[in-house]
């Protein structure tokens, strides 16, 4: 699904984010990207969705190269991603159920098949009942999972995640983890980047660790304990 060749990317202020990566996710694989603030997480999920483009490598999604898409290739191959973002990013002056069917109604879709999707994304993350409720009304968990809805509603093939769980109580962030494995299990393909280290330690998937842009180390969360740079 994912695979970084020899990826590096160095912003305008002559920062090195990415250094020489590369690893790769397989199809319907869930993964978590682990690391320091300023390791490179955020600028990897960006470089996967094509919101930055790398100062070099290669950076091949669902077997396109993204260094040669351009123009409405882009907006394509965002479509096919569901992205969830640490601080939510709804609309506060929209419904529940509108925030939800946003993608939907960007592509032009028919308001009746929007509610069904909507509908059937909100029960996927148990908020259906909740579509004419605003996301201020919410607590920060079920705000989360409106964003989760969100990402899923258009039925992407891969789900990135940056910090889903931060603004999180531990108990809300074993709920979204739970959603997340849900979804995997059912084929989607799922990265998450995340510094929630004693709550990745119990689920059985692979750890994919940063250190200053570089990869640190590679395999199961599950063995042994996990080290990340304070």
């Given at each position: ?6 990826v ?32 490179g ?12 483009r790398?100062s070099?490598g ?21 479509q ?7 601080n ?49 009304t ?10 989760i ?49 004693d ?10 660790h ?6 640190s180390?590679?395999?199961p ?9 304070p």
């Amino acid at each position: 699904m994912i695979e970084f060749k020899d990826v590096s990317h160095r912003y305008q202020n002559g920062q090195d984010v990415l250094s020489r990566l590369s690893f790769s996710l397989a199809h319907g694989e869930m993964a978590f990207l682990t690391g320091a603030s300023g390791a490179g997480k955020s600028t990897l999920l960006k470089a996967v969705a094509a919101m930055l483009r790398p100062s070099s490598g290669q950076v091949i999604v669902g077997g396109a190269d993204l260094a040669t898409i351009r123009g409405g290739r882009i907006a394509t191959h965002r479509q096919r991603i569901g992205i969830i973002f640490q601080n939510f990013n709804l609309l506060h002056d929209r419904t529940v159920f509108d925030n939800v069917g946003l993608p939907l109604v960007i592509r032009g879709w028919r308001h009746q098949d929007i509610a069904r999707r909507v509908r059937a994304a909100l029960d996927a993350v148990e908020l259906l009942g909740k579509e004419r409720v605003y996301p201020l009304t919410l607590s920060g968990g079920e705000q989360q999972r409106v964003g989760i809805a969100r990402a899923i509603v258009a039925k992407p093939d891969l789900l990135l995640a940056d910090e889903p769980t931060g603004n999180l109580d531990p108990e809300m962030a074993q709920d979204i983890m739970g959603i997340f494995r849900r979804f995997n299990e059912v084929g989607v393909s799922v990265l998450v980047a995340t510094h929630a280290i004693d709550l990745i330690r119990q689920l059985p998937y692979r750890l994919i660790h940063l250190e200053h842009g570089r990869l640190s180390e590679q395999g199961p969360v599950s063995h042994g304990d996990l080290h990340v740079s304070p």
